[in-house]
């Protein structure tokens, strides 16, 4: 699940939940089928390669179980590789390399394949939770831009001890539901991945 698009999408909606203040609409199931269900959609050229590439020919005997481990890692490898280049985020790539003692004074030098798998799956996780926050934060600054306009509203007529969120919430969800904003947001998701590349 870690190598995959899913941690990016379920931070995403679980910000956007916060942002709106439904703070148990929608419900963390429908959130995390959402989030399986896109997964599913977004990895789909990237399982079937690993079924093309490893499970077929395992079945069929052509390889053993140790060669049809490194042609399932291949894909993914490409899958997180490209994730990392869309969204420039080499720094963490470097930081976990120099941890573990690898040389990146040049990184033009640097080929993927100098990259393990315990360095890079960290790397995409960092590299997916700053794509989410950043999202996240797009996200939130309409809905409080409305939490600040109610706030202002409301100490001006002097009614000070009427929680904001009473009056903001259903302006929120208008807002929401008017720019079909589940749409925008599943279709922001969709198209922030790249789209998987070449190895190089």
Not at 73 to 96: E, G, H
Not at 166 to 192: A, C, E, H, T, Y
Request: glycine share 4%; aromatic share 10%; net charge negative.
């Amino acid at each position: 699940v870690m190598c995959t698009s899913f941690t990016r999408i379920i931070v995403v909606l679980a910000l956007l939940r916060q942002a709106v203040g439904t703070q148990s609409l929608p419900p963390s199931q429908v959130l995390v089928g959402l989030s399986l269900f896109m997964t599913v959609l977004i990895m789909m050229p990237t399982f079937e390669r690993i079924n093309n590439e490893a499970l077929q020919p395992l079945q069929a005997g052509q390889i053993d179980q140790i060669e049809a481990w490194e042609r399932t890692k291949q894909p993914l490898r490409d899958f997180m590789f490209d994730q990392i280049d869309y969204a420039d985020n080499w720094d963490t790539v470097y930081m976990f390399m120099e941890y573990r003692g690898q040389d990146t004074s040049n990184p033009a030098e640097l080929r993927r394949k100098d990259v393990a798998m315990i360095t890079l799956v960290p790397s995409f996780i960092l590299s997916e939770l700053e794509v989410a926050f950043l999202m996240g934060f797009r996200l939130y600054l309409p809905f409080l831009v409305i939490d600040m306009v109610i706030s202002s509203v409301l100490i001006s007529m002097g009614m000070m001890m009427l929680p904001p969120i009473f009056i903001s919430l259903p302006f929120k969800l208008l807002l929401f539901v008017l720019v079909d904003g589940w749409r925008l947001v599943v279709g922001s998701l969709l198209n922030s991945f790249a789209v998987p590349g070449v190895t190089t």
